[in-house]
Every structure is written in C-alpha cells, then in structure tokens.
C-alpha cells in the first residue's frame, strides 16, 4: 500500500498535467466529480487566491487539499459551475445559490452550489449528493437497541414534538430523512419545509422556502396547517414564530419533527425557554430530543492498538473494562489519515414525567448538564466512548469532536 499523502500528489499532478492540454473545462469538472464521488466527499470548495485558485475537498467531515489552479483556469471552471446551476454569469458581487446534477458514468450526482464574492473573486462551495447511495432507514444509523426503541416508540405516536439537534454537518438531515422514510405510508400525509429541500422523497410533499418572495417557513406552516397533514417535518427551527407554529401543530393532532442547532439534549430546553416559548407547551408537546454528532471511523486495514491510551484515560479520569483494547489511526492508500466513512453517535432524552415535572416548576434552568438529576441517558462523550471500545472509531478523534468536560 502507498502513502494517502502520495496517493493525492499523482491525483494533483495529473489534474496539473492534464488540464490545459488534454482535458476540457467540462472533462475537467467531470474528473472532479469522479474523485469525489470515489473518495466520498461531501463538499467541494474552489477558493480564489491573489494569484491562484485552489480546489479542497471535504472528506469525513475533514477538508483535504486536491490541487491549485491558474487563476485564469479557476475562473472558467466557476463560470462553467455557475452555467451548470443555472446562476447569473455576468452577478460577481452578490451571492448566490443554485442546484444541479452531473450524468458521471457510476451514477446521477445532484449538487447544491453556493457562490460567494471574496477579495480576489468568487468562491464556489458545492454540496454533493449522491442520491443512489442514500439509505435512509432508522436501523442502519448506528442507534443502540434501547435508542431505536425510544425513536420508534415516539414516532408511533399521533401527535408531539420530535426535535434532533447539532452542529452543522452532524448528519440531523439524513436522520429527519430517515424517520420521515420511516413513518412514510399511502394512508398518511407528510409534509415538509426546508430551505434547501436536500434530496427529493417519494411520497412526500416537500416545500422549499424562498425568502427572496416572502415565502418563509412561518408562511409555508400556516399553508401547510390547511392542507390536513398527519406529518410534519420543519427543517430547522430558528425563530420564535417557527417554533411556536411547530409547538402549536404538535398540540393539535400533527406529529411534528424538525431540527434546532444546541449542543446537546439537556440544553435544547434552556434554547427553547430562551426563544421565548411557552412552558406548558413545552410540557404539553414535547416528545423527545436527540443531539447527534458525526466521528470519523477508523480504517480497518490500518488501524493499530493504542499504546497510550491508558495514559489518556487517567488523565480524563475514566475507566473501562480491563482488557479493553483502543485503537489509533495509521494510514493507508485506502483512506485519509486513518479514517474512512464516519458514524453517529447520539444523545437521545424522552421527556419522562420527572422531566415535565421539573419544567413545570421552572427547575430546568437551575441545574447544569453535569449535575441534573434527570439525566438518565447516556450523553455524547459517553456514546462516542463506546464506540471508541468496540474499535469503530479512536479516542483522539472522539475527543476532537465531543470534549470531555475535564478538557
């Protein structure tokens, strides 16, 4: 096996090699797309520079260099992605934001394209998505056996609100997606509204905000609200009227799901108490929260056993299972830096009736996250530890994406 490193070097001087003689601007991005879609990226950015362009890829959540370009090159590869999306050529002062597909000989690759102008040009992000390859099914998430219980178990139910919180690119979307594939039937009506709508889904209405009409989620909810959903599914809630349109719909006989930007379960309460929202509603309506974080796994042609890992521990002060062996990333032609494809770990809290309670008496906001007494989940470090044990992932990378308190 060659070196990752090496392995992108012969991409980057073939690219070089290739590209003004042999390749085509549209063979060129076609290229592209094919190492992306063979290395699994998510996203491609093409960022302008005084005198050059440079393409990076986003791979496992990481961005990895590809290449540099002339800056002549670069402009004609922007203005041929922007024709692609059908953006304005001619707009390099404003941003803008399109989608697109590209027929690759493997398969149909849909792209969501996002210009913006910077000081020496426009910087082109591309978001990918590979629809052929998307599973969407609740068990293959990466769920325990209990949390699977707990997310079918309030999916069953005819009304309430569902919310998944996280960062950005912490998988809440593909997760939504999953549980809308989940409850989708001929005998229900499910409805959306994203801004961008992601990826299209049999059977389900989907409804795209423009802001640029007036058209915002709020307006979209009250429509939707006459059209006799069973189903809703609110892409991201952020501001009060959304969440009170959301809560109100969840109170009426709708099951509700949607998303919220939090760190963890516990503090989407204190979130939505912040946003101004009422608390019986909260009380009445709320089902469960899930917080969710994406680890890079671990290579299983190159990984090694952790020799510091013992170390490690007693410095974060945990303990495991005697015999228990963590392993660390080596590196291989077969993946980037250790790691290949990337795996969830979640945070899920169900509103028990302790937990309705204390928010009932207004308790929620006089506890921390460390000493609540209504923490009966495991949290997103804990999560991510066990799957740093069953050697799916290393503990360097859960602490990268999940620190420890004691960090």
Not at 160 to 188: E, F, Q
Not at 228 to 239: A, Q, T, V, Y
Not at 355 to 369: F, N, S, V, Y
Request: proline share 4%; charged share 20%.
């Amino acid at each position: 096996m060659t070196d990752t490193n090496t392995t992108r070097s012969h991409t980057e001087l073939y690219l070089a090699s290739k590209t003004h003689h042999e390749l085509s601007i549209t063979e060129y991005i076609e290229h592209i797309f094919n190492y992306a879609l063979t290395h699994q990226a998510c996203d491609i950015h093409i960022e302008p520079f005084l005198d050059h362009y440079r393409i990076r890829f986003r791979i496992d959540g990481l961005l990895h260099p590809l290449c540099t370009e002339t800056k002549e090159q670069g402009i004609k590869i922007c203005t041929h992605l922007k024709v692609l999306a059908q953006l304005n050529i001619a707009e390099h002062r404003r941003p803008q934001d399109g989608r697109a597909q590209v027929h690759l000989p493997s398969c149909v690759l849909d792209f969501r394209l996002s210009s913006l102008p910077t000081l020496y040009g426009e910087k082109i992000v591309m978001r990918l998505q590979n629809t052929q390859k998307q599973k969407f099914h609740l068990d293959t998430l990466g769920f325990s056996t209990s949390q699977l219980q707990n997310i079918k178990r309030s999916l069953a139910k005819p009304q309430g609100l569902i919310l998944i919180t996280g960062p950005t690119g912490s998988g809440k979307t593909v997760s939504l997606y999953a549980a809308l594939k989940y409850l989708n039937a001929p005998t229900k009506n499910l409805s959306t509204v994203e801004d961008p709508v992601e990826i299209s889904l049999d059977g389900v209405n989907q409804v795209q905000a423009n802001p640029q009409i007036d058209l915002s989620f709020a307006h979209i909810l009250r429509a939707l609200l006459r059209q006799d959903p069973d189903i809703l599914m609110i892409g991201e809630i952020r501001d009060l009227e959304t969440a009170d349109i959301a809560l109100k719909a969840a109170q009426t006989g709708h099951l509700v799901l949607s998303s919220l930007h939090t760190h963890s379960a516990y503090a989407t309460l204190n979130r939505l108490i912040n946003l101004g929202l009422s608390i019986d509603a909260l009380v009445q309506s709320l089902e469960l929260v899930i917080a969710q974080r994406l680890l890079r796994k671990l290579c299983p042609y190159c990984k090694q056993p952790n020799t510091q890992v013992t170390a490690q521990l007693k410095q974060l002060n945990l303990s495991v299972t005697e015999g228990t062996c963590f392993y660390q990333a080596q590196g291989c032609s077969d993946c980037y830096q250790g790691y290949k494809g990337r795996i969830a770990v979640y945070e899920m809290m169900p509103m028990s009736p302790s937990l309705r309670q204390a928010l009932t008496h207004g308790h929620i906001q006089d506890h921390t996250e460390q000493t609540s007494q209504y923490k009966t989940y495991d949290d997103l470090f804990t999560a991510g530890l066990h799957k740093a044990q069953q050697g799916l992932t290393s503990l360097d990378e859960v602490l990268r994406v999940i620190p420890h308190p004691t960090c």
